[in-house]
């Protein structure tokens, strides 16, 4: 009897950690980098965008997540760019709405 508590205690807490570290590799928080231009995007907790691109100054803006829609809307430097996005492992991919092209980036942390 203490055998199938005590594994059934460890099998919670494994679910239990799973779900924890599912919940932040789902999240868009962090740094991607877009695979193709190697441009760095760091996404904040307070809805902060930091864009590098290799060579040149970042570029600050904003973005809002629509969660029911499943679209980000980006605003840097003036322009606003809206695109759904979807995370997969550690890529997150988002297409334009209006002419499907995608970008692919990968988390760097």
Not at 23 to 31: E, L, P
Not at 69 to 96: E, F, R
């Amino acid at each position: 009897m203490k055998k199938g508590a005590l594994l059934l205690c460890v099998l919670l807490i494994l679910a239990c950690l799973t779900g924890c570290f599912g919940k932040k590799s789902k999240t868009i928080i962090g740094s991607w980098e877009h695979d193709s231009l190697g441009a760095v995007y760091e996404f904040t907790e307070d809805g902060q965008v930091i864009v590098t691109l290799v060579g040149q100054n970042p570029m600050y803006g904003t973005y809002t997540l629509e969660n029911e829609t499943g679209t980000v809307v980006l605003s840097v430097n003036g322009m606003d760019q809206a695109a759904t996005y979807s995370i997969s492992g550690q890529k997150l991919l988002l297409t334009s709405p209006d002419s499907g092209a995608q970008v692919t980036m990968t988390r760097v942390n």
